[in-house]
């Protein structure tokens, strides 16, 4: 059964950084292309970074450029997400999600809350 | 950026049929732009139900169909049962690597 866990998620000061993990089980996960995708409270998701299964080919949202690092241990069968600059409204439920073929998007892990406030 | 818009709610009799839309502030909507659909219940994760304009994953209801419509992507739901009543979210990929979701669709089954 595939399973995608993150964690690390928690109560942040503004200009704080913060490590999200998924952990992956149930599957190769050196084979599959790897998303973020986050949900401020009571919003829409919104795109945050991909990663190819080589980590070869990364993307990010303009929103998060240059202050978030996308990052993978496909010995550790791991997805991160290191959050730096921390501001207000990064503030919201991050998403991990699992490619497969042409989709990004094939399996949802559960989240983890990311809340920025002093 | 671009943004994608889409209807902010939409109400569907049981049994009956609903089409959702997702338009792109850059004009048409083509198969280039890779159109997905999901739902999200409440307090859940989002599951994808369509991927590239069309296709189903495995456990996509038969009573879903995705497809391009009036230089839209479309979701349509034929038959509505309760256990649809969710957000529908449609995303668009665009050049560079980037992807846009809309803005959510509350669809109630009423």
């Known amino acids: 059964e595939v399973q995608l866990v993150e964690s690390g998620g928690g109560l942040v000061q503004p200009g704080g950084s913060l490590r999200l993990s998924c952990a992956a089980s149930g599957f190769t996960f050196s084979a599959y292309s790897m998303t973020w995708v986050r949900q401020a409270p009571g919003k829409g998701l919104e795109w945050v970074s991909y990663i190819n299964s080589g980590s070869t080919t990364i993307f990010y949202a303009d929103s998060v450029r240059g202050r978030f690092t996308v990052s993978r241990d496909n010995a550790e069968n791991s997805l991160y997400l290191q959050m730096n600059g921390l501001r207000d409204q990064d503030t919201a439920v991050y998403y991990c999600?699992?490619?497969?073929?042409?989709?990004?998007?094939?399996?949802w892990g559960q989240g983890t809350l990311v809340t920025v406030s002093s | 950026q671009a943004v994608v818009t889409q209807e902010p709610s939409l109400t569907v009799s049981p049994g009956g049929t609903v089409t959702l839309t997702c338009g792109s502030s850059t004009g048409a909507v083509t198969s280039g732009h890779y159109p997905y659909w999901l739902q999200q219940k409440p307090g859940q994760a989002p599951r994808t139900l369509i991927y590239?304009?069309?296709n189903k994953h495995s456990w996509t209801p038969a009573r879903f169909s995705g497809s391009l419509l009036g230089g839209k992507a479309a979701l349509t739901l034929s038959g509505a049962q309760p256990e649809d009543e969710a957000e529908y979210y449609c995303l668009l990929s665009y050049s560079g690597g980037a992807v846009v979701f809309g803005g959510g669709t509350k669809l109630t089954v009423l």
């Open positions: 999600a699992r490619g497969e073929g042409s989709s990004w998007f094939y399996y």
């Open positions: 590239d304009t069309t």
